[in-house]
C-alpha cells in the first residue's frame, strides 16, 4: 500500500515541523511514538473531499502567513495541496462554554485517524479552522494531545490562563484535561496531534 504524494508530502512536513516547534519533552516523545506509527501506511478513503462554509470564507486568510521559519511555510504548502482530499466537520457536541456563533463558524478535518483521510485507530492528526471571534467549547479526551498553532489565537488547557501560542507555538495537553481555543480579530488555524493509549499485546 503506498500513500498518495499530496498525504505522505504533508506527513513529510508535519514531521519536521512538529520536531523544530514543539519543545515540551512529553511533546517530543509524543510525536516521535506518532510517526513511528505512521511508518506503518494504512488504507486512503477515496473521494471524501468535503468543505464546509468557514472554510470558503475563512480558509484562504488563514493559511496566508508571514513566517521565517521555513519549516512552517513548508508546511502550509503541503496542507494546501492536501487540503482538497480532505472531509471538513462541523464538531458533534459542544456545550454552553461555545460562542453561539460556534456551529457554523468552525471546522475539524482528520488526515489520519479514526475516520479521517487515511483510516486508522492508533494515531490522531488532524486540524481546526475558526472564523474570527469564536470560542470554542471547553472539552477533553482521553489520548494525550500535542498542538502546533499556525494563527494568532488563544488557548487555554487545564488551569492555564489564556495564553497565544503564535504561529508556529506548541503545547501539550496530558490525557483527560479540560482545554479550548478561541480566535481574535483573525481566523484561527492549528494542528493538532493525539496519541491513544495503545492497546497492550
Ligand atoms: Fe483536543
Known amino acids: 500500500m503506498a500513500r498518495s504524494d499530496a498525504l505522505q508530502g504533508f506527513l513529510d512536513a508535519a514531521f ?4 523544530q516547534c514543539a519543545q515540551d519533552l512529553r511533546s517530543r516523545r509524543s510525536m516521535g511514538q506518532i510517526f513511528t506509527h505512521l ?3 494504512q488504507s486512503e478513503r477515496p473521494d471524501i473531499g468535503k468543505r464546509l462554509p468557514v472554510c470558503k470564507r475563512h480558509l484562504d486568510e488563514a493559511l496566508t502567513i508571514k513566517t521565517d521559519r521555513r519549516a512552517i511555510e513548508v508546511l502550509i504548502e ?7 482530499l480532505l472531509e471538513w466537520k462541523w464538531r458533534q457536541t459542544y456545550d454552553s462554554s461555545a460562542s453561539e456563533n460556534f456551529l457554523m463558524s468552525h471546522a475539524n478535518t482528520l488526515i489520519v485517524g479514526p475516520g479521517g483521510l487515511e483510516d486508522r485507530e492508533d494515531v490522531w492528526i488532524g486540524a481546526t479552522l475558526m472564523a474570527p471571534n ?11 494531545e500535542t498542538y502546533l498553532v499556525l494563527s494568532e489565537g488563544e488557548f487555554q488547557s487545564g488551569q492555564s490562563n489564556w495564553f497565544s501560542p503564535g504561529i508556529g ?3 501539550y ?7 479550548a481555543m478561541r480566535s481574535g480579530k483573525k481566523p484561527l488555524f492549528a494542528l493538532w496531534a493525539l496519541l491513544p493509549e ?4
Open 173 to 179: 495537553n496530558s490525557p483527560g484535561i479540560k482545554h
Open 134 to 144: 469564536v470560542r470554542y467549547p471547553d472539552h477533553a479526551h482521553p489520548p494525550e
Open 16 to 19: 519536521v515541523a512538529f520536531d
Open 198 to 201: 495503545q492497546p497492550q499485546h
Open 78 to 84: 503541503r496542507f494546501k495541496a492536501l487540503e482538497p
Open 39 to 41: 511508518e506503518a501506511v
Open 169 to 171: 507555538g506548541s503545547f
